[in-house]
C-alpha cells in the first residue's frame, strides 16, 4: 500500500473493487483481463452483435432452469436455487441519488458557461469534447471500451509503484496547461473587449 500522504487503495474505494484494480488479487485481475480480452474478441473479430449473445446465453439459461426444474419434481430434488428476482426501492433510491449528483454536476458546468460566462471554464469543456471526438474517430465504441478497461486494471498499479515522480510530472503538466488556458482566456477576453469598443 502507498505510503503516501493520500493512499491509492482509499481513493479507489478500498474494497475488493481497489483490489482488484491494483492487482492485489492477482488471479481476480489476471481474470478479469482476460475476460475483457474474451469479450472484445467475441464481438469485435469473431462478429457476433450483442442482441445474438445475450438472446443465446438468455435462451441457455433458461432452457437449463426450466429442465432442472421438471427433472427435480420428477426426481423428488430440489428445485433450482433461484435468489428473489425483483429490484428493491433501495436500490433504485440509490442508483437515482448517485445519479443526481452526476447530473447536478454537468448542470452546473452548463451554468457556469451559460449563464457566468466563465470562459475557463467553456474552453476546457471544448478541449475534453474535442479529445472525446478525436478518440472517438479512431476506434469503435466496443474498442473504446476495451482499452477503457484494460488502462483501468493497467495504470492503477504502475501509479501506485511510481506515485510520487508521476504526481510531480503531472503537476507539471498542469500548471502548463493552466497557463495556456489562462493566455487563451485573456486574450479572447482582450479581443471581445476591443471589439465592443470599435
Do not use: C
Not at 510530472?169 to 493552466?178: D, E, G, N, R, T
Not at 497557463?179 to 477576453?189: E, F, L, N
Amino acid at each position: 500500500m502507498a505510503t503516501g500522504p493520500r493512499s491509492l487503495h482509499a481513493l479507489l474505494g478500498g474494497g475488493a473493487v481497489a483490489d482488484l484494480l491494483l492487482w492485489r488479487r492477482r488471479n481476480a485481475s489476471a481474470a478479469a483481463v482476460v475476460g475483457a480480452t474474451a469479450v472484445w474478441f467475441v464481438f469485435e473479430r469473431a462478429g457476433y452483435s450483442f442482441p445474438s449473445v445475450l438472446s443465446n446465453a438468455l435462451l441457455l439459461l433458461v432452457a437449463i432452469l426450466f429442465f432442472w426444474a421438471k427433472s427435480a419434481s420428477l426426481l423428488n430434488r430440489p428445485l433450482p436455487p433461484l435468489p428473489n428476482l425483483e429490484v428493491s426501492d433501495a436500490i433504485v433510491e440509490k442508483a437515482a441519488d448517485h445519479a443526481l449528483v452526476w447530473i447536478n454536476r454537468l448542470l452546473a458546468v452548463g451554468h457556469d458557461i451559460a449563464i457566468k460566462r466563465d470562459r475557463k471554464v467553456f474552453i476546457k469543456v471544448i478541449l475534453i469534447l474535442w479529445v472525446v471526438s478525436f478518440v472517438g474517430m479512431l476506434f469503435n465504441f466496443l474498442t473504446l471500451i476495451y482499452i477503457g478497461v484494460i488502462i483501468s486494471l493497467l495504470v492503477p498499479p504502475l501509479y501506485e509503484k511510481y506515485q510520487d515522480q508521476v504526481d510531480e510530472k503531472l503537476s507539471v503538466a498542469h500548471s502548463v496547461l493552466s497557463r495556456h488556458i489562462d493566455t487563451i482566456v485573456t486574450r479572447a477576453g482582450q479581443s471581445a473587449k476591443q471589439k465592443k469598443t470599435e
